[in-house]
């Protein structure tokens, strides 16, 4: 059973930082590449940003480039998300995923279908 546990989400002003962190475990557990996505209010879930784990190789949505920041901790099998000058239209549920398949193409992975472990969610709200 893998299971991955985010945490680190909460209510800021626009403006703010805040940090997301992923934790995942395991015996299954084999990560090829972990990434973020959010889901917002009424909307799709969608692909934030994405780290390779052998190499560390990262990829983002125009939408956070620049702001958003995905680094790992390969000893905790953690992963974080470092999210600076946060607007409104950040606000949303993030999760966090684990790809097992390797070799693909990078825009494979911005794909919801390509993960196969997803954690429970945190949400950030930004007000203004």
């Known amino acids: 059973q893998v299971q991955l546990v985010e945490s680190g989400g909460g209510l800021v002003q626009a403006g703010d930082s805040l940090r997301l962190s992923c934790a995942a475990s395991?015996?299954?557990?084999?990560?090829?590449?972990m990434a973020w996505f959010r889901q917002g209010p009424g909307k799709e879930l969608r692909f934030v940003t994405s780290?390779?784990?052998?190499?560390?190789?990262?990829y983002y949505a125009d939408s956070v480039k620049g702001r958003f920041a995905i680094s790992r901790d390969i000893a905790r099998n953690t992963v974080h998300l470092q999210m600076s000058s946060l607007r409104p239209e950040d606000t949303a549920v993030y999760y966090c995923?684990?790809?097992?398949?390797?070799?693909?193409?990078?825009?494979?992975?911005?794909?919801?279908?390509?993960?196969?472990?997803w954690g429970q969610g945190t949400q950030v709200t930004i007000y203004s």
């Open positions: 395991g015996r299954a557990l084999s990560i090829y590449v």
């Open positions: 995923g684990v790809a097992s398949a390797s070799d693909r193409f990078p825009s494979y992975y911005i794909r919801t279908d390509a993960y196969d472990y």
């Open positions: 780290i390779k784990w052998t190499g560390g190789s990262t």
